[in-house]
């Protein structure tokens, strides 16, 4: 094995660390150049949108292949909000009041005779 000239191996060392600090500068230039042209609440507000668009394109296809499942969840929230007046339909308006028979609204203006 040769040993190399520590010169001539400290020249090589500085070469490659010159290089190395050049691709930095580049990449921190080229950072710069992108953020001032496009703000970071851009930036997050578009890939915010991008996210939004799939989970979008996933739920529509998820419902393409569940119909009956999509169409059974939609009843149940129709029937949900509609339970009260269905549930009026079946109130008896006929049928007799549940107060107890000492309630004194009951009998109306009802006063009990004096003792004799």
Not at 12 to 17: A, F, G, L, P, S
Not at 35 to 42: C, L
């Amino acid at each position: 094995m040769m040993r190399q000239n520590p010169e001539a191996r400290m020249r090589e060392d500085r070469m490659m660390r010159d290089a190395a600090l050049a691709l930095v500068k580049a990449d921190i230039s080229h950072l710069k150049a992108d953020y001032s042209a496009e703000g970071i609440g851009t930036r997050f507000a578009s890939r915010m949108a991008e996210g939004a668009t799939d989970v979008f394109e996933e739920a529509v296809d998820v419902a393409d292949d569940n119909k009956g499942v999509l169409a059974t969840l939609i009843a149940a929230v129709i029937l949900w909000f509609a339970r009260n007046p269905i549930m009026a339909l079946f109130d008896d308006d006929d049928a007799p009041d549940d107060r107890p028979d000492d309630d004194p609204d009951l009998f109306g203006d009802y006063e009990e005779p004096d003792a004799i």
